[in-house]
């Protein structure tokens, strides 16, 4: 079994790899949905709010409709919806590293916070909920232990049920798989057989010869390429949709290519022998494949941040999703109890049930009824 | 038909009252019920004697009238009477259709052979008056047809019979004498012992020599005789194996084949994981392992570095030649395929959603 076709079972190939058109239709579908939805959900609190202002406006009426915007309701776009998506990504990157947390769980809650938002939308479940439960699922998944009180506190004003509250949301919208594989490790795997190739004779390729010619002075560009290609792996590959399109061994050759474009070329030329024509054409797609990830990570800079102008557009944006958000999603907490709760069964299944016991009763049948197939 | 059973042992008379004599078992403790198995009917011990003993006569019980001799009165072993019958019955067949498994020359003739012979006493043990004379008669003229082979084969059934009682003979004798020789071995050893022992203080009182050397000589001396007694040992052992087996010869045993040594479990099934694009050294230059591999912290707890590299090494090349863009592709046909509807209501949204909103097997509901 080759190392590809173990890449192929895992979750992130079967289930959250994409092309970039299938990622977009889904992000717009996902966005048409979730705006008709919104306009749907003011239009029944309108409704309600008509219904009970002739008579005295309890509490809870008048929080609630203070929460509804006047006229139309405008709504976000794909774009914009991006835009906020990277944004709240930099801002777990900055609550990581308030946090302390190792990289691995900073990028794999931004793999959470991507990957949720395709298939839900800002306006839906805002991000600042999800996102903190996202850093949590990554403590776990990452085997980072954070105690849940310690974490709500170091994040401040929040408490553990605002964390857990979209807990089971967080785990449907990742359809229940927390497998991120990232490409940090291959890095440091591709690293230390370039210093292995630097310094002695090992064979590149099963049954080759060891001896190769050498780029100059490789070891020093190692250790250099080493430092920046893990700062695009940090920072670009986490804030870009890379992880969707490309493998991590890609991501990690683009990653090296950018941080010192001859090395990674000698470097995937030797990986991949050209023996025949299969093999030629395989080699020249890798590269290409990984040219194209490597314009994708170019994209955004390590050290980039957003302008000034950029940064009036999100708060500008930011703004917009404050009007436009689903009214009856504002309140995952309390929506999150009142499941807890279990008012759920609604009386029509109860009085069903009773019936059925009932009719069961009556027939005196020692073992019940027969079961009902589903 | 259990409760039936019962309820027959408790309120039936007849098993406590003799059907011939009316004597009853409250007045005679000591009664006990005999059997002929001419007609099966059952009468006390004292009817027997007081019938039958001045030679053969009629059963006693009305209706039957069959000739009975006292020779052939005994207890039922069962005390249900047609179990007793048909196991008589089934002793009878078997005594003549008495051939073997090995005469046959495949499954199916030899289950055909049991069958038949199945239903033979089948008849005899159930059927009527009629199909039991039938059946009578077959097994007359089949003893009689194959007398030769009947005889043949009730000798060899002795025989086996014979050859099995002789063989755990033979093994419980060659038991008993190891268990002998271990005894005599022990004596043997300790009366060395002490005369060895005798020895060494007899030369200690009479020669005027160190008396280190001398204890060291006595050591070698025992070690000596013990190594001589125990290779002594092992050749009757062998001898008597091998005369055990020249005495018996079973037969029908098939070879004996030594089971091939089991392969080491192999948890990837078969699988081959050797690397495609890398070879896998046994150590690499690392300046953030460097440490690891000579603190004890780490290492003591079983940590390998070799898993570390194994690990490295495979993320590093997993998926270099998986393209997303060709093989997702058709894969994602059907969602892209899907146009988000034109929805007006929110129940027309829910709807949607489930539909298009998740392409695969993928079925979300609304969590809240």
């Given at each position: 079994?080759?190392e590809?076709?173990?890449?192929?079972?895992?979750?992130?190939?079967?289930?959250?790899?994409?092309?970039?058109?299938?990622?977009?239709?889904?992000?717009?579908?996902?966005n048409?949905?979730?705006?008709?939805?919104?306009?749907?959900?003011?239009?029944?609190?309108?409704?309600?709010?008509?219904?009970?202002?002739?008579?005295?406006?309890?509490?809870?009426?008048?929080?609630?409709t203070?929460?509804?915007?006047?006229?139309?309701?405008?709504?976000?776009?794909?774009?914009?919806?991006?835009?906020l998506?990277?944004?709240?990504?930099?801002?777990t990157?900055?609550?990581?590293d308030?946090?302390?947390?190792p990289?691995?769980?900073?990028?794999?809650?931004?793999?959470?916070?991507?990957?949720?938002?395709?298939?839900?939308?800002?306006?839906?479940?805002?991000?600042?909920?999800?996102?903190?439960?996202?850093?949590?699922?990554?403590?776990?998944?990452?085997?980072?232990?954070f105690?849940?009180?310690?974490?709500?506190?170091a994040?401040?004003?929040t408490?553990?049920?605002?964390?857990?509250?979209?807990?089971?949301?967080?785990?449907?919208?990742?359809?229940?798989?927390?497998?991120?594989?990232?490409?940090?490790?291959?890095?440091?795997?591709?690293?230390?057989?370039?210093?292995?190739?630097?310094h002695?004779?090992?064979?590149?390729?099963?049954?080759?010869?060891?001896?190769?010619?050498?780029?100059?002075?490789?070891?020093?560009?190692?250790?250099?390429?080493?430092?920046?290609?893990?700062?695009?792996?940090?920072?670009?590959?986490?804030?870009?949709?890379?992880?969707?399109?490309f493998?991590?061994?890609?991501?990690?050759?683009?990653?090296?290519?950018?941080?010192?474009?001859?090395?990674?070329?000698?470097?995937?030329?030797?990986?991949?022998?050209?023996?025949?024509?299969?093999a030629?054409?395989?080699?020249?797609?890798?590269?290409?494949?990984?040219g194209?990830?490597?314009?994708?990570?170019?994209?955004?800079?390590?050290?980039?941040?957003?302008?000034?102008?950029e940064?009036?557009?999100?708060?500008a944006?930011?703004?917009?999703?404050?009007?436009?958000?689903n009214?009856?999603?504002?309140?995952?907490?309390?929506?999150?109890?009142?499941?807890?709760?279990?008012?759920?069964?609604?009386?029509?299944?109860?009085?069903k049930?009773?019936?059925?016991?009932?009719?069961?009763?009556?027939?005196?049948?020692?073992?019940?009824?027969?079961?009902?197939?589903? | 038909?259990?409760r039936?059973?019962?309820?027959k042992?408790?309120?039936?008379?007849?098993?406590?009252?003799?059907?011939?004599?009316?004597?009853n078992?409250?007045?005679?403790?000591?009664?006990?019920?005999?059997?002929?198995?001419?007609?099966?009917?059952?009468?006390c011990?004292?009817?027997?004697?007081?019938?039958?003993?001045?030679?053969?006569?009629?059963?006693?019980?009305?209706?039957?009238?069959?000739?009975?001799?006292?020779?052939?009165?005994?207890?039922?072993?069962f005390?249900?009477?047609?179990?007793?019958?048909?196991?008589d019955v089934?002793?009878?067949v078997?005594?003549?259709?008495?051939?073997?498994?090995?005469?046959?020359?495949?499954?199916?003739?030899?289950?055909?052979?049991?069958?038949?012979?199945?239903?033979l006493?089948?008849?005899?043990?159930?059927?009527?008056?009629?199909?039991?004379?039938?059946?009578?008669?077959?097994?007359?003229?089949?003893?009689?047809?194959?007398?030769?082979?009947?005889?043949?084969?009730?000798?060899?059934?002795?025989?086996?019979?014979?050859?099995?009682?002789?063989?755990?003979?033979?093994?419980?004798?060659?038991?008993?004498?190891?268990?002998?020789?271990?005894?005599?071995?022990?004596?043997?050893?300790?009366?060395?012992?002490?005369?060895?022992?005798?020895?060494?203080?007899?030369?200690?009182?009479?020669?005027d020599?160190?008396?280190?050397?001398?204890?060291?000589?006595?050591?070698?001396?025992?070690?000596?005789?013990?190594?001589?007694?125990?290779?002594?040992?092992?050749?009757?052992?062998?001898?008597?194996?091998?005369?055990?087996?020249?005495?018996?010869?079973?037969?029908?045993?098939?070879?004996?084949?030594?089971?091939?040594?089991e392969?080491?479990y192999?948890?990837?099934?078969?699988?081959?994981?050797?690397?495609?694009?890398?070879?896998?050294?046994?150590?690499?230059?690392?300046?953030?392992?460097g440490?690891?591999?000579?603190?004890?912290?780490?290492?003591?707890?079983?940590?390998?570095?070799?898993?570390?590299?194994?690990?490295?090494?495979?993320?590093?090349?997993?998926?270099?030649?998986?393209?997303?863009?060709?093989?997702?592709?058709?894969?994602n046909?059907?969602?892209q395929?899907?146009?988000?509807?034109?929805?007006?209501?929110?129940?027309?949204?829910?709807?949607?959603?489930?539909?298009?909103?998740?392409?695969?097997?993928?079925?979300?509901?609304?969590?809240?």
């Open positions: 079994m080759s590809d076709e173990r890449y192929r079972t895992s979750t992130q190939f079967r289930l959250w790899s994409f092309t970039p058109s299938s990622l977009h239709a889904l992000r717009e579908t996902t048409l949905i979730a705006a008709n939805r919104v306009r749907a959900a003011v239009q029944r609190l309108r409704e309600a709010r008509t219904a009970s202002s002739a008579e005295t406006s309890e509490a809870e009426n008048v929080r609630a203070s929460a509804v915007p006047e006229g139309e309701v405008d709504c976000l776009t794909v774009d914009e919806e991006l835009k998506v990277a944004f709240y990504c930099r801002q990157i900055q609550l990581g308030h946090l302390k947390v990289t691995d769980v900073k990028a794999t809650a931004i793999q959470y916070i991507k990957r949720f938002y395709i298939t839900n939308s800002l306006m839906t479940y805002h991000p600042t909920d999800i996102l903190k439960t996202a850093l949590f699922f990554a403590t776990k998944t990452e085997n980072f232990y105690r849940l009180t310690k974490f709500a506190d994040i401040g004003k408490e553990p049920e605002d964390v857990l509250a979209s807990e089971f949301l967080l785990t449907q919208g990742l359809r229940f798989t927390f497998d991120v594989r990232h490409p940090f490790r291959a890095l440091e795997g591709a690293i230390m057989e370039l210093q292995a190739l630097a002695g004779n090992i064979s590149v390729l099963p049954g080759e010869a060891s001896a190769v010619e050498r780029p100059a002075n490789i070891e020093k560009r190692v250790k250099d390429a080493h430092g920046k290609a893990r700062d695009y792996l940090k920072t670009s590959a986490l804030l870009t949709d890379v992880y969707f399109h493998t991590p061994s890609q991501i990690m050759m683009a990653s090296l290519s950018l941080a010192d474009s001859e090395l990674a070329d000698w470097y995937m030329v030797q990986k991949l022998s050209a023996n025949d024509e299969t030629l054409e395989m080699r020249k797609k890798v590269l290409q494949t990984v194209r990830c490597a314009d994708m990570l170019k994209a955004v800079e390590p050290s980039s941040e957003p302008s000034a102008a940064k009036k557009e999100l708060s944006l930011a703004k917009k999703l404050k009007r436009c958000r009214p009856e999603k504002i309140d995952l907490v309390g929506l999150q109890k009142a499941k807890r709760e279990g008012d759920v069964v609604d009386e029509k299944v109860i009085k049930r009773k019936l059925e016991r009932e009719q069961s009763a009556k027939e005196e049948d020692l073992f019940g009824p027969e079961i009902k197939r589903a | 038909m259990f039936n059973g019962v309820s042992l408790v309120d039936n008379p007849s098993d406590d009252i003799c059907p011939v004599c009316k004597s078992r409250y007045l005679n403790p000591s009664l006990q019920f005999l059997i002929n198995p001419e007609c099966y009917h059952k009468m011990s004292t009817c027997v004697d007081r019938i039958f003993t001045s030679g053969p006569a009629p059963c006693p019980v009305p209706h039957c009238g069959k000739t009975l001799r006292k020779r052939g009165f005994h207890k039922a072993f005390a249900d009477l047609a179990i007793e019958r048909e196991v089934r002793k009878r078997g005594a003549v259709f008495n051939r073997r498994h090995d005469e046959f020359e495949t499954l199916l003739d030899w289950n055909n052979y049991l069958e038949e012979v199945e239903g006493v089948f008849d005899i043990v159930e059927g009527d008056v009629k199909t039991r004379t039938i059946a009578e008669e077959k097994l007359r003229m089949y003893k009689e047809a194959n007398k030769g082979v009947i005889e043949e084969n009730t000798r060899v059934g002795l025989e086996e019979g014979e050859l099995e009682r002789r063989r755990e003979k033979a093994e419980r004798e060659a038991a008993r004498q190891r268990r002998l020789a271990v005894l005599r071995e022990e004596e043997e050893e300790k009366a060395d012992m002490l005369k060895t022992r005798q020895s060494v203080l007899d030369r200690l009182a009479n020669e020599v160190d008396a280190n050397t001398i204890a060291a000589q006595a050591q070698k001396i025992i070690l000596k005789k013990t190594s001589a007694r125990r290779a002594l040992k092992d050749i009757p052992i062998q001898s008597n194996g091998s005369a055990m087996d020249a005495g018996l010869t079973i037969r029908g045993l098939k070879k004996k084949e030594a089971p091939a040594p392969k080491p192999d948890p990837f099934g078969g699988l081959d994981l050797t690397p495609a694009r890398y070879v896998l050294q046994d150590h690499y230059e690392n300046e953030w392992l440490g690891a591999k000579k603190d004890t912290r780490h290492m003591a707890g079983g940590y390998s570095l070799q898993e570390y590299y194994a690990r490295t090494m495979f993320e590093a090349f997993s998926g270099l030649g998986v393209f997303i863009e060709d093989e997702v592709t058709d894969r046909q059907q969602p395929a899907v146009v988000a509807p034109a929805v007006e209501t929110a129940a027309a949204v829910q709807a949607a959603v489930s539909k298009t909103k998740f392409e695969r097997n993928m079925e979300l509901d609304d969590v809240f």
